[in-house]
């Protein structure tokens, strides 16, 4: 599975590795947990998920839905840096611990990256919950990740359905 939504975002969302329905389907994020991503998307930042372009880490579903291993990481980066080079989104929204560590290159937890913006080179990148978490987390996740999209607005472009400023910076990996 590569990735799904508009190569020319300026929103790239990043997760860890297809799921089950989404191994099937062939597109990140279809299950509930993509639901809840989309109705997000909308609510805070005015965006439909094809205005968007949501990847994953890892690129193919690893067994027993577990974590991706080291030597798959390493097999798949170069495919999603070659996606964040050429999408050049002006923000990137990373979901739950394995794609924000992944991204930033850290052994924190996404409950002490959320909450604030971190860059990689030039680029903005905003850690957030995963949205699988936030379904199991109830409500005080769902707002912490309304909070972290919030953050992730103020870099992107003002537009029809986007109140955020503009002429924030961005770049690439």
Request: neutral net charge.
């Amino acid at each position: 599975m590569f990735a799904d939504g508009s190569p020319s975002a300026e929103l790239m969302i990043v997760g860890e590795a297809p799921g089950a329905e989404e191994d099937i389907a062939g597109i990140p994020f279809v299950g509930r947990s993509g639901k809840l991503l989309d109705r997000l998307l909308g609510e805070e930042l005015g965006l439909d998920r094809s205005a968007c372009y949501i990847a994953n880490v890892v690129k193919c579903r690893p067994p027993a839905n577990r974590d991706p291993h080291p030597d798959e990481v390493s097999a798949c980066r170069h495919f999603l840096e070659g996606q964040i080079e050429l999408v050049a989104p002006k923000v990137v929204v990373t979901l739950g611990n394995f794609a924000s560590r992944t991204l930033l290159d850290t052994t924190e937890g996404i409950t002490r990256l959320r909450g604030r913006v971190h860059r990689v080179g030039q680029m903005p990148v905003v850690p957030t919950y995963h949205p699988a978490a936030a379904l199991r987390g109830g409500a005080t996740v769902v707002a912490e990740m309304r909070a972290d999209l919030v953050r992730a607005r103020a870099f992107l472009g003002s537009g029809p359905g986007n109140p955020a400023r503009s002429g924030a910076a961005g770049g690439s990996l």
